[in-house]
T-cell receptor, first 112, second 113 residues
């Protein structure tokens, strides 16, 4: 059964720092992995989608990598800003299914 | 831009009431999903639908049912609301193919008293 873990559960950094968020999954048979951002009390906003055949995707200050063989993905945020404060979730779509399995998220706080 | 809308942002219902949560997407997506999100438990899939009138149970379907009569609309029904169904409910949609991402609505915070 696919399980997705995100460590750490919470992270606090000063503004301007580069940071890495981690996502691990137990079964490498996936179609894709998606990173989301969630602000308090709101829905999820899609940040990046990495296909199983890709190694990384970039959007602005965000870079996501995928290593299927080791069951890991990282989300790299460059030059963090207070507006980046949110909860970041990753989700994997297992091969042969429509279902997405979510991690419990990393709550990020960027201090001004 | 893909838009997923949910009928209410906040809802307060009494125990035993029948509750309808509506979700509409405007991008002709085949797949639609209902999740609930609780602190410490993350997002858990309740039901999903891959076509009109088609549905499959997710991980926690007990106490819920769904309806998809039109492609753009997916309804979640709580037949007899209970206090343990107090939660944030999130709807999402995606295209069929394996390479497509999910898009989420703004969520409905349901409180059952």
């Amino acid at each position: 059964k696919q399980e997705v873990t995100q460590i750490p559960a919470a992270l606090s950094v000063p503004e301007g720092e580069n940071l890495v968020l981690n996502c691990s999954f137990t079964d490498s048979a996936i179609y894709n992995l998606q990173w989301f951002r969630q602000d308090p009390g709101k829905g999820l906003t899609s940040l990046l989608l990495i296909q199983s055949s890709q190694r990384e995707q970039t959007s602005g200050r965000l870079n996501a990598s995928l290593d299927k063989s080791s069951g890991r993905s990282t989300l790299y945020i460059a030059a963090s800003q207070p507006g980046d404060s949110a909860t970041y979730l990753c989700a994997v779509r297992a091969s042969g299914t429509y279902k997405y399995i979510f991690g419990t998220g990393t709550r990020l706080k960027v201090l001004a | 831009d893909v838009k997923v809308t949910q009928s209410s942002r906040y809802l307060v219902k009494r125990t035993g009431e029948k509750v309808f949560l509506e979700c509409v997407q405007d991008m002709d997506h085949e797949n639609m999903f209902w999740y609930r999100q609780d602190p410490g438990l993350g997002l858990r899939l309740i039901y999903f639908s891959y076509d009109v009138k088609m549905k499959e149970k997710g991980d926690i379907p007990e106490g819920y049912s769904v309806s998809r009569e039109k492609k753009e609309r997916f309804s979640l029904i709580l037949e007899s609301a209970s206090t343990n169904q107090t939660s944030m409910y999130l709807c999402a949609s995606s295209l069929h193919g394996q390479g497509y991402e999910q898009y989420f609505g703004p969520g409905t915070r349901l409180t059952v008293t």
